[in-house]
């Protein structure tokens, strides 16, 4: 296992848009940017990538981008928990805007996926959802307004602190991770210090005109903005350090 995942963190999601070697690519650059800077990172690639994924990076977390919830008998098709864990998947995602669950199903996911032995990281609209959603205990509650997603969203997000309270109120456990609009690492930087234990992106990665340059930016600046947030007199003397030593090695 990977060492726990703790603040600040990054998510990189592929969805689908990558062919394994550019995957792989990326992966290594999170890999050693998430050395380089202390920051936690998890992949969320392909189920037939994970294997790959996690072979190439072992000490980051890999969490599948879904799972079916059906039982190990007539499911035929079915990607299972139990086959992820087995694939190598430290995770799991659920109920993304673009793979919903019924929310009636929602426990029982983050159940199956417990006892697989995975962690969860499960998806919410707003604050109301969210709060709801932290009643079953998952790893981390990913905070994303849908109509955010793909964007460039440059306004300060004044509901973070709101849905931090809410959640840590019902389970102090559950990490929130905010989303939803990342174009750069200016985003990034700018809500880890307003707040988010993480942030990802998926998007903007994809389409940089260099994907690992862009990746290791973003990692940095989540490591910047926990900085910024609490106030450390040497952030960019601490950031520079680690680099040049990165450098020397």
Not at 54 to 68: G, H, S, T
Not at 144 to 152: R, V
Not at 201 to 215: E, K, Q
């Amino acid at each position: 296992m990977p060492p726990p995942i703790r603040a600040p963190f990054f998510e990189f999601g592929p969805k689908t848009s990558l062919d394994r070697a550019p995957l792989l690519e990326i992966v290594n650059a999170a890999r050693a940017a998430s050395a380089r800077y202390d920051v936690p990172v998890i992949l969320t690639p392909p189920a037939l990538d994970i294997e790959a994924v996690k072979r190439a990076a072992p000490e980051l977390w890999v969490f599948a981008q879904a799972m079916d919830i059906a039982s190990a008998r007539a499911s035929t098709g079915a990607i299972l928990a139990r086959a992820l864990a087995a694939a190598g998947a430290d995770g799991v995602m659920l109920n993304h805007v673009e793979r919903r669950l019924d929310e009636r199903l929602l426990p029982d996911a983050v159940r199956q996926a417990h006892e697989a032995g995975l962690l969860t990281l499960l998806c919410a609209d707003d604050v109301e959802q969210a709060t709801r959603y932290a009643r079953w205990s998952p790893t981390l509650i990913l905070l994303e307004p849908p109509e955010l997603i793909g964007t460039a969203h440059r306004d300060p997000r004044p509901w973070i602190g709101a849905a931090d309270a809410a959640i840590a109120h019902v389970d102090p456990n559950v990490l929130v991770m905010h989303s939803g609009g990342i174009a750069d690492e200016h985003d990034v930087r700018a809500l880890i210090a307003q707040g988010a234990a993480g942030t990802g992106c998926s998007t903007a990665i994809v389409r940089a005109a260099d994907p690992c340059d862009m990746t290791t930016r973003m990692i940095r600046a989540a490591r910047e903005g926990w900085n910024d947030r609490n106030q450390t007199k040497e952030d960019p003397m601490a950031v520079s350090a680690v680099d040049a030593q990165g450098a020397a090695q």
